[in-house]
């Protein structure tokens, strides 16, 4: 339009999560600080790193040498990742369905998991057909159910990629149920998993990267950190004892007062009972902030927390700041993270939607931009 500038931002309506670089790098050196020395570690990378941008995190951690390899899910979140630039290792956690794609895994450089027989003959057939070798790493299903071989038949895997020039067993592993909360089961998976390691030991077949832990196997389950530990939760600073990276903002873009019995939000499931500052803040279920937080979630305001009333909608939240005498348009909210001394940690938003931090930040849609900030 002649005669209309605009200011250059990436975004305007003023709703954005802010990804705590420096955080997730000391949050890395942290766990590879508590590991034996040598001990690689994988940075999980997967469902855009836990809502935190996969690019930002991965280029952070990579510049820092704080990560060896990336953990992604499919090929896809791989690709994005080579794309972004990243240059480490990248390991296809999830399995490989169509096989169509080990040869876009092979061809973007990343590494395949091989979880059954059949799909250790497909990756040799796609080497032979590129006429190179391919690095992979086999799964062994050892309790979670998910995918892998069973302990008899992944050793039977390994012994056919090892008969093969054109493939390269470089790691083996196995995924924890519980290693957070059932010690009990946790050792009886590693107990499986030792003996499959053992027996290829003892055939000479043992693959250079055994590993088996997540956050809470690394950093509490030391027989399960082998030779690399798989961080999530804790790079996140969503673990115990680490801190926090991701924090939802946005302004308050609407402020007026109510009288007694007005009403607020589809459904008028709140009701004044008093005359009430109400703030709009843009902000709603679109960009993942549940509906199931109506009437129960906090959101800071001037450091202080402030009641969500009435429903989430799509696109807008409304918060009572009756007790925030210098909440106006433009003041800042915080809808998960810390704002001076006040947090609402994601802990509080999971719990108060019946889930687990995990489901709370994947579940930020790419509505919200992420924006990188260096603590
Ligand atoms: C195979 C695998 N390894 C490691 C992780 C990281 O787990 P956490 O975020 O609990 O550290 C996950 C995440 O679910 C996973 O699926």
Redesign the pocket.
């Known amino acids: 339009m002649r005669g209309v500038s605009f200011p250059r931002r990436r975004f305007f309506r003023p709703t954005w999560a802010e990804v705590d670089l420096g955080a997730i790098k000391r949050n890395l050196r942290a766990v590879r600080d508590r590991m034996p020395a040598g001990a690689k570690i994988m940075f999980?990378v997967k469902a855009n790193a836990y809502g935190h941008d996969a690019a930002l995190c991965a280029r952070a951690a990579e510049s820092g040498r704080d990560a060896d390899w990336f953990?992604v899910s499919s090929v896809e979140e791989g690709m994005a990742l080579r794309e972004a630039g990243a240059r480490l290792p990248v390991l296809v956690?999830g399995s490989l369905y169509p096989f169509e794609s080990v040869l876009a895994a092979v061809a973007h450089d990343l590494t395949p998991v091989v979880a059954s027989l059949e799909s250790a003959k497909r990756l040799a057939e796609v080497a032979l057909k590129l006429k190179r070798r391919v690095d992979c790493h086999v799964k062994v299903d050892t309790g979670m159910g998910r995918i892998g071989a069973g302990p008899e038949a992944a050793l039977g895997v390994v012994r056919y990629l090892a008969a093969l020039k054109a493939v390269r067993v470089q790691g083996l592993y196995t995924?924890l149920a519980s290693a957070e909360d059932d010690g009990a089961l946790t050792a009886v998976q590693l107990r499986v998993f030792r003996r499959v390691v053992a027996a290829l030991s003892r055939e000479g077949l043992r693959p250079p990267l055994v590993h088996a832990a997540?956050?809470?196997g690394a950093l509490r389950r030391p027989a399960s950190r082998f030779d690399l530990v798989?961080?999530?939760?804790?790079a996140y600073g969503l673990f115990p004892g680490f801190e926090p990276a991701l924090t939802l903002k946005s302004k308050i873009v609407f402020l007026k007062t109510v009288p007694k019995g007005a009403t607020v939000s589809y459904g008028a499931t709140w009701r004044a009972k008093r005359p009430t500052r109400v703030a709009t803040l843009p902000i709603g279920y679109g960009d993942g902030y549940p509906r199931a937080l109506s009437n129960r979630a906090s959101v800071l305001v001037g450091g202080r927390r402030c009641p969500v009333i009435g429903r989430v909608t799509m696109d807008q939240t409304m918060v009572d700041v009756s007790e925030v005498s210098e909440a106006r348009v433009g003041a800042a909210a915080v809808l998960l993270g810390r704002q001076g001394g006040a947090e609402v940690p994601a802990g509080e938003l999971a719990d108060l939607c019946g889930t687990i931090p995990?489901e709370t930040v994947t579940a930020l849609s790419s509505r919200v931009p992420r924006v990188g900030v260096t603590s």
Not at 230 to 234: D, H, N, S
């Open positions: 999980v953990g956690l995924h997540n956050s809470a798989r961080p999530g939760l804790a995990y």
